[in-house]
Each structure stands twice: as C-alpha cells, then as structure tokens.
C-alpha cells in the first residue's frame, strides 16, 4: 500500500486537490474517516477534549488503512488529511496524546504540505460559514499546529494563487519524481 498524504491548515485547499491528484495518478482515494465511523466521529467533534477527539482521528485513519491493506500491495492511494493532520491539528491544540504513526500506519510516499497565504485560506474558510468550534479553536491555535506539522512533511506546495489544477499538477509531478526514484520514506 503506497500512500500520497494531502496534508495542511484548514482552508489551504486539501479537499479540492486530493481528487484531482487521486485522478491524475489513477489512484484511489483513502477516507480519513471511514463513513460508518460517523456516529463516533460526531461524538469526538462535540467534545471539548483535544486529547479524545486525537485517539478517535488516530483510530480512524488507522482503521481505514486497516480495511484499504486488503488491496494489491502496489496500489497508490491518496489521503487527505492523513495522520500528520491528526497529529498536528491535536497537538497543537493541547491533546496530551503522542503515538509513533508508522506503527500504526504506513508512512507516506511522499507527505505534501499545502499551504496558502492566511487571508486567502481565511477567506475560504468564512465562505463555507460559520465553522465548527474545532476549526475556530484550531484558528486560535494556527502557529503551534503549523510547528507540529513540521515532522510529517516532506515538501512545502503552495496553494495561493494557482487554480487548483494547477497546483494538483504540481503536487503530481513530486510524486511521480519521488515514485521513479523508488526512494520511499
């Protein structure tokens, strides 16, 4: 199971990107939150507890690599928001929880960190409304999240003023450099 990780702030384009990356590769979207863990999802996102709400993200990403392993071996899939978003959204919110990823997941071909400057991913974010409380707390917390982000990415891809083809061409690119090198982390 290869894995290419759409990782990022809230608001920095990972939603739209992840598909078209996932198209371009011909590879197969992994859900972070596999969607018959929704009811336990709602449960952790109504919470206040950073450190409950991390064990359940932990918990499904894990699990929806469980079910995906059953694939070929060769398989490339696409996650957005794979664990280094877990971990660094939690973390730098407060959760007390620390595990070693790669020993419940696989570690990523290639991490990608997007990135967009904070008034354009703001701006994007106002536009789907008003948010949860956990992307307001998150709001609050963007400078410590931003730093526990720092362990889990391999490359910086910025996300401002492409159009998202764009920037999923780009992203495209790295992978396939980094899939021809066979040079997997």
Known sequence: MRIVAIEGLS???KSTLAPLVAERLDAQLLPTIPRDLGVYRKQADDGDDPTFRHLFYV??????CQRAAA???????????YIGRAMAFHIGMGSTLWVSPWTLVPKPVLSVMVTCDDPIRRERIRQRGVPPHWHQRAED???PIRGAYRPFADVEVPNDENSPEVTADRIVQLVTAKLEEGQYR
């Open 71 to 81: 694939a070929p071996t060769d398989s490339l899939w696409v996650a957005e928001s």
């Open 141 to 143: 917390s963007t400078e």
């Open 11 to 13: 608001g920095v384009g």
């Open 59 to 64: 918990w499904a990403i894990a699990t929806a």
